[in-house]
Structures are given as structure tokens and as C-alpha cells.
């Protein structure tokens, strides 16, 4: 059964930071591209980052240069480091894995003064 658990959400101030993980299981992580995906309120749900099995890492424009994702395949876990945060990032985020239809229950961002 393809689990994602996603953790590390909060309340923060513009400019500040969050690191994301997400532990998966049920399937063979280091085989499938992982991606990171948030939904803000009234929003579709929208890809925000990528890590590829091979090559180069994606990224929406909006985070550039602010997110980045890395990936642990020993500890099935894919991470999501947000640095100056905005109120914009503000969301819910959901890690995925290619090839599956199931999703977690997602971390809540909150970006607020």
C-alpha cells in the first residue's frame, strides 16, 4: 500500500524558513521521480518542485531559487527546503510520487505577519 506521511508545516513570518519531509512507503522509492506539489486556497493543486531518479531538479518559478528539493532513497524520505518564505507560499503541501495515484494528507504552510 503507497503511503506518503508529509510533516514540518507551521506558522511562520515572511522571510523566514521551513524544511519539509515526507516519509513514503509501499513502493520502491529510489525507481520513481518524487515531487512536491502545494494547493492554496482556491487554487488547483500546482507542482512546486521535482527531483528526477536521474538528472536535473525542477522547479516552478515562483520558488526558484528559494526552494529546494533533496531526497534520502536509504530512508524513503524526500525533503522541501523553503527558505524567504512569502505569504504567497502559504498552502498545502503534498509530496507524490510518479506513477501513483495515491496522496498523503499533506502539511499545512502558513506564511503571516
Known amino acids: 500500500q503507497v503511503q506518503f506521511v508529509e510533516s514540518g508545516g507551521g506558522l511562520v513570518q515572511p522571510g523566514e524558513s521551513l524544511r519539509l519531509s515526507c516519509l513514503a512507503s509501499?513502493?520502491?522509492?529510489?525507481?520513481?521521480?518524487l515531487q512536491w506539489y502545494r494547493q492554496i486556497p482556491g487554487k488547483t493543486r500546482e507542482l512546486v518542485a521535482s527531483s528526477p531518479r536521474k538528472g536535473n531538479d525542477f522547479y516552478a518559478q515562483s520558488v526558484k531559487s528559494r526552494f529546494t528539493i533533496s531526497r534520502n532513497n536509504a530512508l524513503n524520505t524526500v525533503y522541501l527546503e523553503m527558505n524567504n518564505l512569502k505569504p504567497e507560499d502559504t498552502g498545502v503541501y503534498y509530496c507524490?510520487?510518479?506513477?501513483?495515484?495515491?496522496w498523503g494528507q499533506g502539511t499545512r504552510v502558513t506564511v503571516s505577519s
Open positions: 507524490h510520487a510518479d506513477g501513483y495515484s495515491t
Open positions: 509501499g513502493f520502491t522509492f529510489s525507481a520513481h521521480s
